[in-house]
């Protein structure tokens, strides 16, 4: 088997271009669209939109997607990725330097005003100011000496944050006139993988510090609602339902993210462009894509990352077993795939507990799991109904199957 294309990583931030992600995901749905229509019709700033989405459902897909069409339209854009800043002294220190040093044009027009906070913050190092604003180790006199020769207008820490929230009001609205008074749109990306204080000093600024009255700003933010309650409620130590209020308080709207995107035409591409059957008519990709969404929407998964995992790790599989015979039917790796991705926990225990047997099958190994699992275990419900018992068990079509191959396997297959 060889491959016609290259295997990419599944970022679309990589290599995707959005015309052809909207094409395949959400043009029939017309979601992007709308979404563009809401903010440029109605939207009246500053406002903070949230889009709710797992990990895996393509958020970060749709805010490329809008990114590039708010951009085309006249709007000025900021992308910011803050997991990228996680090694970083302060993480609001960095959005704020990233954003001033991609506007000096803006950010000299608001220093002949006065304004001179954000050029000392573009120009100071990381860790300096910002570890005051958000009670790190250094003092509020050591800031002061820092700015010595600055003659900046604070002489008390509520001063100062004051004079930050003042300064970045003044370069979006510098950045907003420029661009024929549209909001700028600032997209911030991966905000549930942060480490949970860099989230919460994030979350915190947008409350207090950027989203203030007459800033031309609006901020969309791809966030799984649910992590960031936690993040919310394990840092205060309050309720889940402070937790959300304390959410929505910050984000004015939350929109979640669809989920009738034509995936089965996405894994089709992929598989075409990996996959070099003997197929003039496609029917074999199409089959296998057919496949692939029927069983992994009954093994309940959700993420279209997990359903692209499942193509590119069996393709990285055939590399490795170039004799093996594909049964495109009813494939052992294939729906051990599918396992992986949808309850990965459990797919661990299946091959550690193989190790326990010399000649370890599905359906023996299943059967040790269920008389060691009780009924609150996470995958124990997996174990008793569904397609596990139904193909791997001892009477399914896989309880024979043994898995010393897939051992071999085994980093192909983590």
Same mark, same amino acid.
């Given at each position: ?16 271009t ?14 992007v669209?709308?979404?563009y229509q809401?903010?440029d019709?109605v ?12 990990w ?17 339209r006249?709007?000025?854009v900021f992308?910011?990725n ?27 027009r608001?220093?002949?005003s006065?304004?001179?906070?954000l050029?000392?913050?573009v120009?100071i190092g990381v860790g300096?100011?910002l570890?005051?604003l ?6 509020f ?14 002489e008390s ?11 970045f ?5 510098a ?10 749109i600032?997209?911030? !990306?991966?905000?549930? &993988?942060?480490?949970p204080q860099?989230?919460? @000093?994030? %979350?915190?600024s947008?409350? *207090?510090? =950027?989203?203030?009255r007459?800033?031309r700003?609006i901020?969309?933010?791809g966030i799984?609602?649910?992590?960031a309650?936690?993040?919310i ?22 929109v979640?993210?669809p ?5 089965q035409?996405l ?26 969404? !029927?069983?992994?929407? &009954?093994?309940e998964?959700?993420?279209?990352? @997990?359903? %692209?995992?499942?193509?590119? *790790?069996f =393709?990285?599989f055939l ?11 009813h ?8 396992v992986?991705e949808a ?10 507990e193989?190790?326990?047997?010399d ?23 997996q174990?008793q109904t569904g ?5 791997f ?7 024979e199957?043994?898995?010393g191959?897939?051992?071999?396997t085994?980093?192909? %297959?983590?």
């Amino acid at each position: 088997m060889t491959t016609t294309k290259k295997l990419r990583a599944l970022d679309p931030l990589l290599h995707e271009t959005t015309d052809r992600l909207n094409d395949l995901l959400h043009k029939k749905s017309g979601f992007v669209e709308r979404f563009y229509q809401l903010v440029d019709d109605v939207v009246e700033p500053p406002f903070a939109i949230s889009i709710d989405g797992l990990w895996g459902t393509g958020k970060t897909t749709v805010m490329t997607i809008l990114k590039d069409k708010f951009r085309d339209r006249g709007y000025p854009v900021f992308w910011f990725n803050p997991w990228k800043y996680s090694q970083s002294t302060d993480v609001v220190l960095a959005f704020l330097q990233a954003l001033a040093r991609q506007h000096t044009t803006a950010l000299r027009r608001i220093e002949k005003s006065g304004g001179k906070m954000l050029r000392v913050l573009v120009n100071i190092g990381v860790g300096t100011m910002l570890n005051s604003l958000t009670h790190g180790s250094v003092s509020f006199n050591d800031v002061k000496k820092a700015f010595a020769d600055e003659d900046l207008p604070f002489e008390s820490y509520q001063d100062m944050v004051l004079t930050i929230e003042k300064e970045f009001r003044e370069l979006v609205n510098a950045i907003s006139a420029a661009s024929q008074d549209k909001a700028l749109i600032i997209f911030l !990306d991966d905000f549930d &993988r942060c480490l949970p204080q860099d989230a919460i @000093k994030l %979350l915190e600024s947008l409350k *207090n510090l =950027f989203v203030t009255r007459r800033c031309r700003v609006i901020f969309i933010c791809g966030i799984d609602t649910r992590v960031a309650k936690n993040f919310i409620r394990d840092h205060y130590n309050v309720t889940d339902e402070f937790a959300i209020n304390y959410f929505r308080k910050i984000f004015n709207l939350t929109v979640s993210m669809p989920y009738s995107a034509d995936l089965q035409a996405l894994l089709l591409q992929h598989i075409k462009e990996l996959y070099d059957w003997d197929d003039p008519d496609g029917k074999k990709a199409e089959r296998l894509a057919a496949r692939v969404v !029927d069983l992994g929407r &009954r093994a309940e998964m959700s993420s279209v990352r @997990k359903y %692209l995992n499942v193509i590119h *790790n069996f =393709f990285a599989f055939l590399r490795f077993h170039p004799d093996y015979t594909f049964d495109m039917e009813h494939d052992f790796i294939l729906y051990l795939q599918i396992v992986k991705e949808a309850w990965q926990p459990l797919y661990e225990k299946i091959l550690l507990e193989s190790l326990n047997f010399d000649k370890p099958t599905m359906g023996t190994v299943l059967e040790r799991l269920q008389t060691q699992t009780s009924k609150d275990d996470e995958y124990s419900q997996q174990l008793q109904t569904g397609i596990l018992p139904l193909y791997f068990g001892k009477k399914g079509i896989f309880g024979e199957k043994q898995l010393g191959r897939v051992l071999q396997t085994f980093p192909t %297959l983590m």
